[in-house]
């Protein structure tokens, strides 16, 4: 009995803990892992976290695991708790720009991912970083790259060992680099469990001899509204392939994957398709950003931007 209340206290202390740690690690949801809707779960058009729930075969609730401490110092306000003091294809005639790199951004309606944009919280290294992406960004588009969007992220678990897959950017602003995906693949797993990532574009069209952009830092899980809003503007197909998709798991056939989709369609006939819990956003909250310009005889340009440990930005060239 007694051992059993002191269980019991340590879970509530523990959970405490949790609870003011670093928001980056807190916000994972619970990785009570994937459950294809049940026959006969909740019906209606199901959008809220509430009918979303409905929509699982109840599992046993385990709690959310506490992040395993990862190997940064987190530099949110929260985070001093959690320190461990521790040729390239057919060429395109385009008109010449001046390589001047302080210009400031055109102004466009169809500026692709970028969502909004407020200076004042930006220090101006920064600022200048993100307006400079911004126009790349732009010139990638007018320069007819297949898909500017496609970044390679790469990751590491608490093995160190580093992975790296491509996925594509959603959004970004000041607050960061999104992209989609599933919490329980290997990616999701291995950020869950170290939550840093670095980001890399190649578009190989831009300027002279193409552009890499290498951009470094932390990473936390956008908020539900934000996964919500993104999740119910994709295809209808994609909706139902984020729940038929056990993301990097063994999969038996072709044949197995299709008759689950077939499955989960019938599921969510004649209403709206609600976004699995474990399918989300992630943001890429720069902490270094570094612009690579070709140049003949490998006599390439570097521009690093980086942020101290005090959150003050800076910038300064490197040698190619
Ligand atoms: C161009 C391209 C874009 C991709 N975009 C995404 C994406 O946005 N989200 C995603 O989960 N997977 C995306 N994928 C698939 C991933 O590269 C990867 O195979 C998958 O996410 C599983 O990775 P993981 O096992 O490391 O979690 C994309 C693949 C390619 C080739
Ligand atoms: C598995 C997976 N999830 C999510 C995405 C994000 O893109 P979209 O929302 O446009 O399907 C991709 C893009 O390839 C993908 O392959």
């Not at 170290?194 to 190649?202: D, E, I, S």
Request: overall charge positive; hydrophobic content about 35%; glycine content about 8%.
């Amino acid at each position: 009995m007694r051992r059993a209340r002191r269980a019991a206290a340590s879970a509530r202390f523990r959970a405490r803990a949790r609870d003011r740690a670093c928001p980056a690690a807190r916000a994972w949801p619970a990785a009570d892992g994937f459950r294809a809707p049940s026959a006969g779960a909740g019906r209606g058009s199901g959008r809220s976290r509430r009918s979303t729930r409905r929509l699982r075969a109840a599992p046993a609730r385990r709690p959310t695991p506490r992040p395993a401490r990862p190997a940064w110092i987190c530099r949110c306000p929260a985070g001093p708790r959690w320190r461990t003091r521790g040729c390239r294809g057919p060429r395109r005639r385009r008109a010449r720009r001046p390589r001047t790199r302080a210009e400031s951004p055109p102004e466009r309606a169809d500026a692709g991912t970028r969502t909004s944009r407020d200076n004042s919280a930006m220090t101006e290294p920064y600022a200048e970083a993100l307006a400079t992406f911004d126009r790349l960004f732009d010139e990638a588009a007018a320069a007819g790259e297949p898909d500017r969007t496609a970044m390679v992220i790469a990751t590491a678990g608490l093995d160190g060992r580093p992975a790296a897959r491509n996925v594509l950017l959603k959004a970004h602003d000041e607050r960061g680099f999104v992209f989609y995906t599933h919490l329980n693949g290997r990616k999701g797993r291995e950020l869950q469990a170290n939550p840093r990532a670095a980001l890399l574009f190649y578009w190989p069209r831009v300027r002279e001899g193409g552009v890499q952009v290498r951009i470094e830092g932390a990473v936390e899980i956008v908020g539900d509204a934000e996964a919500d809003a993104y999740f119910a503007g994709r295809p209808r197909l994609s909706q139902l392939g984020a729940w038929a998709s056990k993301q990097s798991e063994t999969l038996e056939s072709r044949e197995a994957f299709e008759q689950r989709l077939a499955q989960i369609e019938k599921e969510f006939e004649g209403r709206d398709v609600p976004r699995p819990p474990r399918w989300s956003g992630l943001r890429v909250k720069p902490e270094r950003i570094e612009f690579w310009y070709a140049a003949t005889y490998r006599l390439h340009e570097r521009h690093l931007y980086e942020c101290d440990c005090t959150g003050k930005w800076s910038k300064r060239m490197l040698y190619p």
